[in-house]
């Protein structure tokens, strides 16, 4: 049995991928890879901001960057074309996301055929303090699907 190379496997075809997602271009996330570990990152600005009396990151900003860091990770490791829909997703708000970039990095714990997995965590200025964590559900299209 032969093993197929995933179509998005460069960094420019991960940032392609997330270039065709409005939502991720809005809040300025891009991808950053290292061998065979990628890690997402959402660029501060300051239309991220919840909370401008601390001033914190929004919660839907946070939450969006976990979708999304777990949306890439699937492409990146699948090599799907179309953007897996989430079937449910949770979120745990650990501390306050500071005015700062976001980083994040996602692991499929579990795939299917049709559904995988995905636990992701996003953090700022030290990856063993995470500001949030998910565990969501992906329905991933089949090849042989048609749209309708």
Do not use: C
């Not at 953007?83 to 501390?95: A, M, N, S």
Request: aromatic share 6%; hydrophobic share 40%; net charge neutral.
């Amino acid at each position: 049995m032969s093993e197929t190379k995933p179509a998005t496997t460069s960094t420019s075809d991960l940032n392609r991928f997330l270039e065709a997602i409005p939502y991720a271009r809005f809040m300025n996330i891009s991808v950053d890879r290292k061998g065979n570990e990628i890690t997402t990152v959402m660029t501060f600005e300051h239309k991220l901001i919840g909370n401008p009396v601390l001033p914190a990151l929004h919660g839907g900003a946070i939450g969006a960057f976990l979708e999304m860091t777990s949306i890439i990770q699937l492409a990146f490791e699948t090599g799907i074309a179309a953007v897996p829909k989430p079937i449910g997703l949770t979120i745990d708000y650990l501390r306050s996301g500071k005015p700062l970039d976001t980083y994040g990095r996602a692991q499929i714990t579990k795939q299917g055929r049709r559904v995988a997995t995905v636990h992701a965590e996003a953090w700022q200025e030290d990856r063993t303090r995470p500001i949030a964590a998910a565990h969501g559900h992906f329905l991933l299209k089949a090849a042989d699907e048609t749209s309708g």
